[in-house]
């Protein structure tokens, strides 16, 4: 079973970054037909979602997301593809980088 791992920092504060999980969770619901579910913590919350084919669980912080995929192994095959469009996907909803 392939799995992806997708980070990325930000400066949104936790507060920011519960805005853009939010927005994430009504695309993967909406265009993905995942099912989700939101736990949301003191430091940290964690959002877990499935559908046929694919788990995983989205990571949110203060200042990172961990994006963590297990996909089956029809999606396999398009495991760089689909990593691509996650990792724009994630990107546009975080805006430009943090510069270093």
Excluded at 12 to 27: C, H, N
Excluded at 40 to 59: A, H, K, P
Excluded at 72 to 100: M, R
Aim: charged share 25%; hydrophobic share 35%; aromatic share 8%.
């Amino acid at each position: 079973m392939p799995e992806l791992n997708i980070e990325r920092t930000h400066t949104l504060g936790l507060s920011g970054a519960r805005t853009v999980a939010e927005r994430w969770r009504e695309q993967a619901e909406q265009d993905w037909g995942m099912t989700c579910e939101f736990e949301s913590g003191g430091s940290q919350d964690c959002m877990r979602f499935e559908r046929i084919g694919v788990s995983g669980q989205l990571t949110v912080t203060e200042n990172r997301f961990d994006l963590k995929i297990k996909l089956g192994f029809l999606l396999g095959a398009y495991s760089s593809k689909i990593e691509e469009k996650i990792q724009a996907n994630l990107d546009a909803l975080l805006g430009p980088a943090p510069q270093a």
